[in-house]
């Protein structure tokens, strides 16, 4: 292949990738429904039409949205538990990972949070999909430290597993919503300082998301070996 259309394709990813961006923060502010292709053209200084050689429809970049957020966040999950020796130990991680990705994909999260039922069948098939693989992931991991003593067996894994999921999803909706508009905004570096709504200053990222795993300890009952 040519430079010339190597150059041009790397144009064209670029622009699709910027187009996306504007959507997923029109997306977020305002909801799906409530954004029109028009808009989004606006964002990225193009005529609507223009846009149909990007991206074929609103719902598509509804769908990448989504379906990219899912992907990662289930391999920022496996990535967090790998070779870790104790149930403990992994659970720390994967908890310490999560709210430290839904903090830095403020937009993805909510939209995926308010929007995934308006997901065409194939996409909403594949992020349910998943959806499950993590959860049933994070069951496991709460059912091996059962197992191995660490955590408490007479804890439901079930509710643990819904409970540390929720738990995380809300402390980050939390830090992140904004108080002009029903939305998320997202942290951009570890240090951030982070706060309510209200203006109330918590903690940076580093010490919610340590917080946040010494929670989810506490909640499976954790014994250290």
């Known amino acids: 292949m040519s430079t010339a259309k190597v150059t041009a394709q790397r144009k064209i990813g670029s622009r699709r990738a910027e187009i996306q961006d504007a959507a997923a923060t029109l997306f977020a502010r305002q909801g799906y429904s ?3 292709m028009e808009q989004i053209a606006a964002a990225v200084g193009l005529v609507p039409a223009s846009l149909y050689n990007h991206w ?3 719902q598509a970049i509804l769908a990448e949205i989504i379906v990219t957020y ?3 966040t289930l391999e920022a999950f496996n990535r967090a538990i790998r070779d870790k020796l104790t149930a ?9 990972t999560r709210l430290s990705y839904l903090l830095r994909h403020g937009r993805q999260a909510a ?3 308010r929007e995934k039922l308006l997901l065409d069948a194939e996409s909403l098939t594949r992020v349910h999909g998943l959806q499950n693989a993590h959860f049933t992931g994070l ?3 709460v059912e091996q430290g059962q197992r191995q003593g660490e955590f408490d067996q007479d804890t439901d894994s079930l509710f643990a597993t819904v409970a ?14 904004q108080a002009e508009y029903p939305s998320w905004g997202e942290v951009s570096g570890a240090g951030t300082v982070l706060q309510m709504s209200d ?3 918590l903690a940076n990222m580093d010490e919610a998301s340590a917080q946040y795993a010494t929670m989810a300890l506490r909640m499976v009952s954790h014994h250290p070996a």
Do not use: C, N, Q, W
């Open 34 to 36: 409530g954004t029109g």
């Open 56 to 58: 074929p429809s609103k």
């Open 70 to 72: 899912e992907v990662e």
């Open 88 to 96: 403990g130990d992994a659970l720390y991680a994967a908890a310490t």
């Open 111 to 113: 939209i995926t949070d």
């Open 139 to 141: 069951r496991a991991l």
């Open 164 to 177: 540390l999921l929720e738990m995380g999803t809300r402390l980050a909706t939390s830090f992140l919503h």
């Open 199 to 201: 203006g109330e200053v």
